[in-house]
């Protein structure tokens, strides 16, 4: 499955719920069942900062993958993490870079959670994961 | 003369309690919808809504009034300078300044306390002199003395708040010495709600002749402040906190101290005669007052004093405290395991908490989709939030329009949300 794949994916289980409630309890369980994330790995070089909750990200290569470990200290975050790992974990640098977030979120209605002005760590995430796929290419 | 000839004391008899349903219907966003839910505004601490009477003054200027003030001859001219120069009397009026020279107009009070630590304390302070500030002060009144302190060599000292947020002033009187040049206290706590016994504090400096700066941003909407009574040589407050405009606020100084201060900003407005040689100043409170002011503004936060003193403060204060005592029941009951940061008796309406495991941030976004505001995060005042062992808390505010239906409702949407993150 492509980055794309999973796109749609989400896309396809997002359409099921018919109010906000719903969604974000489904964001939130999503953040649950995140790998786990150890206390080792919560560093300085690992760590985003956010003006209210916090990320850390671990990239790792493995292959011709790039695999990531992520988590934020805030639910819904951490769920919005799970997504964009559904999309970006154990994939290609190539693969990646082919598939900006923006207009799938957009289509989630999530959007507004990447935007630079909420500063939950997200947005630096993402860019901190293109960049990498950049390096990495 | 014109309609802003003078002040007129309208503060009615204030004895009956406030109407709230009718006082809403003055306040035109109240009706809004957020995310398909009538707003709940609890972010007031934050900024205030504005009433129509405020939001009119500010329209009339623009559309009726609009021209530059001070020196301008023309008609328009006069009528702005007469409508900006009412307001001022209006804000002396609400903290019973003893003259309107006064009442200095920033652009709030940071800029108010940043204008005392350049101009007053950078020529008044030198190294070795000694600053207090409280603990649960806002980053406004820490920051201006932490870079003058740096600047100058001064000594910066924090007096200590107990446990349910008060301030601990035998900790405070021990601090105080000949050393001591200001002290820098909060009337309100934005953070914790706590009402500093101002008066006292102002008077214990006054025993080793610090000057005294009260940061007024939280207190002129909840308190009736009276300047003369509290003794301070400075006041600071912002026109967006007592239902007026952002961008307009005041530094309330004693003359003496103001007349002998340099000015901070150079600019218009400011100067009497200007040559390369040497340039005087004009006289106060304009020597204070560099550049072109938000004009419409000003008028409008005038308008917004008129408006808290028609409505009387001591009615709004006396409300608030029911809500607060009030939802704080609400919330303990139906939350057991709330943790409310900030328990100081008679504080005003502020209610800071944290949730196990609910981070504030989740609180706040998700009770945002029920159509309540409030905040999140570190409120602008880390020292006191990592004393009380805590990075962010949420927090609900209460104004003069809040109901007990909203509390109701804040507190159904804070079990449901509780709910959602269990």
Redesign the interface.
Known sequence: MSAQDAQQELLDEFEFFDNWMDRYQYIIDLGKQLPEYPDEWKTEAFKIEGCQSQVWIRPQRQGDYLHFDAISDAAIVSGLIAILMKIYNDRTPQDILETPPDSFMQALGLDKHLSPTRSNGLHAMIKRIFTIAQLEQ | MSEYAAVVNTSVSHEAPLNVAQLRQEFPILSREI?GRPLVYLDNAATCQKPEVVLRAQDHFLRHSNANIHRGLHTLSQEATDAFEHARRQLQQLINAPSEREIIFTRGTTEAINLVAQSWGRSQLQAGDEILVSMMEHHANIVPWQMLAEEKGLTLKVIPVDEQGVLDMAAYQALLSDRTRLVAVAHVSNALGTVNPVHEITRLAKTVDAVVLIDGAQGVPHVAVDVQQIGADFYALSGHKIYGPTGMGVLYGREALLEAMPPWQGGGEMIDQVSFEKTTYAGLPHKFEAGTPAIAEGVAMGRAAQWLMETGVERIGAWEHQLTRYATDQLKSTLPDIRIIGEAPGKAGVISFVLPH?????I???ID?LGVAIR??HHCAMPVLHHFGVN?TARASFAAYNTKEEVDFFVESLV?VRE??A
């Not at chain 2, 609910?358 to 989740?362: E, G, T, Y």
Request: hydrophobic share 45%; proline share 0%.
């Open positions: 995310n609910a981070h504030a941030q989740d706040g976004l998700l989709q999140t995060g962010a449901k959602m993150l």
